[in-house]
């Protein structure tokens, strides 16, 4: 009997073209435009033009360790700031550093010499460029007069230091190139197998309530228990799904150069539970789904929202209580979470195991809501639409 479910739910997935872009395109072409979209990850010798009021030897040391850094380059210097505007405007340049008047006899006397960088914003990526090397020139150019003042005072400093005496090094875990793609891809894939899971069975919801002919699905032949259906439908999407799931977690790593630190079958482990919240999760979102379109106004609300909560873009402990709770109750929170560790630091399965106990949470909770809800709510109005039919 469980055989006849598993058959006529993949006779479904397969008439249903709806179903088969969820499943299928959409989680092999959403990575490859998203890592596309941000490839290359860094951005080099982002043209910048300099407005100098000053015009003295320090002013143009920085100008020239600006455009030394690998992140600008200094095309040219203009002779107002209306100057540099106007190539901005006409996108010869990207930026425009503008040194005020006074900016050498401030620092030298002890006070704060400004210099203002001016970006256009059309690229993020070209912004950070220009404020990393900002920041690091800067830095630089401070402990090199902090040495010559103390020259000044003790002779014998700089026979002790010469040049930043606590030069720092940054280095970013995980994501060694502190890349933008390589920072938020592994957590977009996550999300992106839990949506194309939850709506295509959405939408499988909404194609049995309508017209058998239409949609290869008749609801005379669901089984008299519920649980088993259920079980034959979770394992149609868990076998359809494998596939992808491959395809998200491993290659798309392996074409873009993201970090792959962990252990493949562990991360495969790992996340096996979110995949079973997903589904489950879908079958009970077709409580609500009664057409097949319908499905595409929950993926509007829920694609934005549902990646706040991951704690991507926005750390889970910044967030009110109320938001934190429901998180908690999202499965790509817990699978975005883990999945990071895993894959970009290398954790081991042991090392994420509250993400992955919670994951399990959310199966036996999605699992008794979808239960539920399937019993008392979707199977009835399925009979009751299609016989009317």
């Not at 600008?72 to 002779?79: K, P």
């Not at 620092?107 to 090397?133: F, P």
């Not at 991951?310 to 750390?315: A, K, V, Y």
Request: proline share 4%; net charge negative; charged share 15%.
């Amino acid at each position: 009997m469980l055989y006849e479910v598993y058959c006529r739910e993949f006779k479904l997935v397969l008439s249903d073209m709806g179903i088969i872009i969820f499943l299928g395109l959409l989680p092999s072409a959403y990575p490859i435009i998203y890592s596309l979209i941000y490839n290359p990850e860094l951005v080099r010798e982002v043209k910048i033009v300099a407005v100098d009021h000053d015009r003295t030897p320090l002013s143009r040391e920085l100008a020239r360790n600006l455009n030394a850094s690998q992140e600008v380059a200094i095309i040219g210097y203009a002779s107002d700031l209306s100057e540099g505007r106007r190539a901005m405007n006409e996108h010869e340049v990207y930026g425009i550093l503008e040194i005020p008047e006074g900016f050498e006899r401030k620092v030298r006397s002890g006070e704060v010499g400004n210099a203002v960088i001016y970006s256009e914003m059309s690229l993020l990526l070209r912004y950070r460029a220009m404020l990393v090397a900002a920041t690091n020139v800067g830095q630089a150019m401070s402990a090199e007069i902090q040495t010559e003042d103390i020259d000044r005072v003790l002779p014998l400093a700089e026979t002790v230091a010469v040049g930043d005496p606590m030069q720092t090094v940054n280095v970013t875990m995980g994501n060694i190139e502190s890349g933008f793609d390589s920072f938020i891809m592994p957590g977009i894939v996550v999300l992106i197998l839990q949506q194309c899971l939850v709506l295509a069975i959405g939408m499988a919801g909404g194609a049995k309530r309508e017209n058998p002919l239409l949609t290869g699905y008749n609801a005379v032949n669901e089984m008299p228990s519920v649980l088993m259906t259920m079980l034959g439908q979770v394992l149609c999407y868990f076998t359809v799904i494998t596939l992808p799931t491959i395809f998200l977690l491993h290659y798309v790593a392996l074409i873009f150069s993201f970090p792959m630190a962990g252990s493949i079958w562990q991360i495969f482990t790992f996340i096996m539970p979110m995949v079973l919240a997903s589904i489950l999760l879908g079958m009970a979102v077709q409580a609500v789904v009664w057409e097949r379109e319908s499905i595409f106004v929950l993926w509007v609300v829920t694609s934005v929202v549902f990646l706040f909560l991951s704690g991507l873009t926005w750390p889970r402990y910044g967030m009110s209580g109320f938001w934190k709770v429901l998180s908690d109750c999202v499965p790509a929170t817990w699978g975005v979470q883990g999945f990071i560790r895993m894959n970009s630091n290398g954790a081991s399965l042991a090392q994420v195991r509250p993400d992955y106990i919670n994951l399990w949470w959310c199966v036996a909770g999605y699992g008794v809501l979808a239960y539920v809800l399937q019993r008392w709510v979707v199977r009835p109005s399925v009979f009751r639409r299609q016989k009317a039919q």
